[in-house]
Structures are given as C-alpha cells and as structure tokens.
C-alpha cells in the first residue's frame, strides 16, 4: 500500500532483510545493491526519511561514507590507502616522506 514506506520501522525491515540475505553485517547497501536487489520502493522511501547516509545513522548501520574533513587530513588518505593497498598488495609500503608534502 501507499503507507508502507511511511514508517521507518518498514524500512528497517526491507533493509534487515536485504543484509541477511547478502551477509552486510550492519553494512548499509550501496545505492546500486538497494536499486537491483531491494523491493520495489525501497530506494524512494530512504530518500524520503532523509537519504542513505542518514537513514543509515538513523537504524544504526555503517557506511563506507566519510565526512568532508575526514578526507581534509593526510593522516587519514595515508590510512585508507595503506588499508587498500594491503587489500591488494601486502608487501607494498607508503613513506610519507615520498609524498612531497
């Protein structure tokens, strides 16, 4: 019906369900998992209660999604790019004294 979407409770279960049957583990689905995967109405109805980042927040599931100044810090670029990097080759090492700051 119209209303489904209106409870955010609704969308908590939509989304329960969605990660359960993807193994997310808390993990909000990407807006591409939520457009192929979700119900019919889903995606509408988070950009309703305020969009993905805060729908998130709102039920307590993570998001890859950084804040503004998160990104503003080399600290924090150094982290994330030796997280991938070790993703993707354990033996390679970034010198941030090589990165001409």
Known sequence: ???YWKDIQT???????????????GEMPSVE??????PPGLNTA???????TKVAE?????????SKTYWGDLDNIIAEMQQF???HDPKFRIDKDQLGT
Do not use: N, W
């Open 58 to 66: 709102l039920l307590g599931y993570k998001t890859q999604r950084k």
């Open 11 to 25: 969308v908590k279960k939509e989304l329960d369900l969605l990660c359960t049957e993807f193994g997310l583990c």
């Open 85 to 87: 990097i070790m993703q």
């Open 1 to 3: 019906s119209k209303g």
């Open 33 to 38: 998992m939520l457009k192929q995967l979700g």
């Open 46 to 52: 988070i950009a309703h209660h305020g969009g993905r």
